[in-house]
């Protein structure tokens, strides 16, 4: 159900590495170094110490006034790198080199850079240079992706004010007017989120108290917002962002979410943001195992499997027990303490909106790399995948692709009189559906969902503030749509029928289901 938050592109420009990522991120971490994988011997979910919980969910957005900016340039060493030492050379340390170390330089490590040892940025590791420290971090990227930057990133530090500024300004734009409230009405009428939400205002206080760093590709740049981290935590962030920016350097992120908004099926531009921040967070773990000693890619392909699809499958509980049980400490911990507090009360299709393109997205990428390297996730940019489905079943998208069935739902507007206008109509897609069945009937959520293969949504509204949802859907197969029958008739939510004048009606035919929630009086004509 990500549409009311990401489709319109509000989370396609400001998706930020949030504060807790980490911490999910090293969950796997832990996992991969208490599963078995020694020579010749391969885990399986028999001797594995974590279980898997059986779920499967779905997707957010992204500089203090500026100590100090920056830039960031790869060392590769390569006699094409923009850091090989050439006179042309961004760290060759000419007198124009934004690395060259002079007093104007910022990269220059002096006393207002912000990821010197003279800010709090680098909690207080007075040994490493701002220089030092992000050509140490682009080097170690660049040997685990298998590609160099093209060209200097930006850093710039910004505070919570200034983020909230450009978050407001980005909600002007990307949901102008009454768009907000019309997409919360769509939720409500799921029942995701409570008669009433402020839905603009819910998306920013949870987006602020989230972000830790964002990279935006309109300026180059990345913006660092959690000051104050430890070293490791930092650098991760950093190693996360600068990963978007190669993304960016190699397929112009402006112009892929550019297109992705012209892209009326709000479900596959979530499913680009899957691509995105799933690519990131993989890369990430892989830096922080290197790190620690371990080279996933040595790791049995089973082990692997199972440890991502452990944390792709983790429900909400296990998500917070995870997240409180890290006992995040130092100058930012009670911040971070904060912000785990704010995504734990938010409304589930928030949360998951935040964490499924991280982890889900990292599920798919991985398995991905795993058949088919680096040069097959590059193909999941070069030609975005079409669904959520498809990343959600990442074999639906390697090979020949598994497309999403068309679906319309009729004009009931001549039918339903002038007193009543149209809402909002859109794709909610199998990580919408997950989120659905994650609010209303959790346990059976997989199972409902699974089998997808298309689906559109129109949420009417009379004057007198009465709705009408006519929601259509179809399935690989007959079985596939009779589970979600089975699973939807078992909703008890008054919102979606059940309360005093309101109904709900469910068809199916074959393989398609067709789903009217709304005034009783109208149903029964409306489904003639």
């Known amino acids: 159900m990500r549409y009311a938050i990401r489709r319109e ?19 796997a971490a832990g996992l991969l170094f208490v599963v078995p994988h020694g020579e010749g011997e391969a885990a399986s979910p028999a001797n594995m110490p974590v279980r898997a919980s059986h779920t499967d969910n ?15 340039g790869p060392s590769s060493g390569g006699k094409d790198s923009p850091s090989s030492g050439g006179k042309d050379s961004p760290s060759s340390g000419g007198k124009d080199s934004p690395s060259s170390g002079g007093k104007d330089s910022p990269l220059s490590g002096g006393k207002d850079s912000p990821l010197s040892g003279g800010s709090d940025v680098s909690s207080g590791n007075e040994a490493i240079t701002a220089r030092a420290r992000v050509e140490r971090i682009s080097r170690e990227l660049e040997q685990l992706r298998g590609r160099t930057f093209k060209e200097q990133v930006r850093i710039e530090v910004q505070t919570a004010e200034a983020f909230r500024a450009f978050i407001d300004e980005t909600l002007d734009q990307e949901m102008p007017g009454d768009m907000a409230v019309r997409q919360s009405k769509v ?9 009433g939400y402020d839905l603009r205002r819910g998306l920013t206080d949870l987006v602020v108290s989230q972000a830790g760093a964002y990279y935006r590709p309109e300026t180059k740049t ?6 104050g981290l430890p070293d490791d935590q930092l650098d991760s962030l950093i ?54 000693g371990q080279d996933l890619d040595r790791l049995p392909m089973e082990a692997r499997d199972f440890v991502f699809r452990t944390v792709r499958d983790l429900d909400r509980k296990m998500i917070q027990l995870a997240a409180q049980a890290a006992k995040p400490s130092g100058p930012r911990g009670e911040e971070i303490r ?10 589930g299709v928030l949360f998951w ?25 590059a193909g999941m940019l070069e030609h975005p995948p079409a669904s959520t489905e498809q990343m959600l079943h990442p074999e639906k998208v ?13 004009d009931l507007l001549p039918r339903l009189g002038k007193d009543w206008a149209l809402v909002y109509a859109n794709t909610l897609g199998e990580a919408g559906m997950l989120s659905l069945f994650d609010e209303h009937l959790p346990r059976q959520k997989v199972a409902a969902a699974a089998g997808w293969d298309g689906d559109r949504y129109a949420l009417y509204e009379h004057s007198s503030g009465k709705t009408l949802l006519d929601w259509a859907s179809v399935w690989d197969d007959e079985k596939e749509a009779r589970e979600f029958q089975e699973a939807f008739d078992q909703i008890q939510s008054p919102r979606l029928g059940g309360k005093s004048g309101v109904a709900r009606k469910l068809q199916r035919e074959g393989a398609r289901v067709r789903v009217v929630i709304g005034p009783s009086e109208l149903l029964e004509s409306l489904l003639e």
Request: charged share 20%; no cysteine; aromatic share 10%.
């Open 398 to 410: 390697m090979g020949e692709r598994d497309t999403p069935t068309p679906v319309t739902t009729p």
């Open 222 to 227: 990345f913006y660092i917002l959690m000051a």
């Open 9 to 27: 592109g509000t989370l396609s420009r400001i998706h930020p590495a949030f504060s807790a990522l980490r911490t999910f991120s090293a969950l």
């Open 239 to 292: 190693l996360h962002e600068l990963q978007h920016a190669l993304q960016d350097q190699y397929h112009d992120l402006k112009s892929l979410r550019e297109a992705a908004l012209k892209n009326p099926d709000e479900d596959a531009r979530t499913a680009l943001q899957f691509v995105l921040e799933g690519e990131a967070t993989f890369v990430m773990l892989k830096y922080q195992l290197k790190n620690a």
């Open 353 to 377: 909106s935040l964490y499924d393109p991280y982890f889900k997205g990292q599920y798919a990428i991985q398995r991905v790399f795993t058949e088919q390297g680096w040069a097959g996730v």
């Open 187 to 195: 939720l409500q009428a799921f029942g995701l989120v409570p008669v």
């Open 58 to 72: 779905r997707s957010m957005p992204r500089a203090l006034e500026a100590s100090g900016a920056v830039a960031m």
């Open 338 to 347: 904060r912000s785990i507090e704010a995504m734990s009360l938010a409304p």
